[in-house]
């Protein structure tokens, strides 16, 4: 079992920045993938990037490409995602999640935080 919390949302006005975290506890932290997904009001979640069990390998969707970074610190059993040059339509929930069948990147997640709401004002 794995338990993920995320932090670090709020208001922002546009073209400024924002850390998000995802804390997890319960199974090893180490060896799987874990990513960031969003969804805005009246859309499906969508993608916005992963990262592999030790933090060599991200890939990140084309609409934040360039403007977010995935990192994770694996001694704090710590996801983050640093948001520069934040535009109105990233306003969403932002969710971590684990795949703890995969150490490369999230394909299908077991496991899912519960979200933290990023507003973006323009």
């Known amino acids: 079992q794995v338990r993920l919390v995320e932090s670090g949302g709020g208001l922002v006005q546009a073209g400024g920045s924002m850390r998000l975290s995802c804390t997890t506890s319960g199974r090893t932290f180490t060896p799987y993938a874990m990513a960031w997904f969003r969804q805005a009001p009246g859309t499906e979640r969508e993608f916005v990037a992963t990262i592999n069990w030790n933090g060599s390998m991200t890939l990140y969707s084309d609409s934040v490409k360039g403007r977010f970074t995935i990192s994770r610190d694996n001694a704090k059993n710590t996801l983050y995602l640093q948001m520069d040059s934040l535009k109105p339509e990233d306003t969403a929930v932002y969710f971590c999640?684990?795949?703890?069948?995969?150490?490369?990147?999230?394909?299908?997640?077991?496991?899912w935080g519960q979200g933290t709401q990023v507003t973006v004002s323009s």
């Open positions: 999640a684990a795949d703890v069948h995969r150490s490369t990147r999230v394909a299908d997640p077991d496991y």
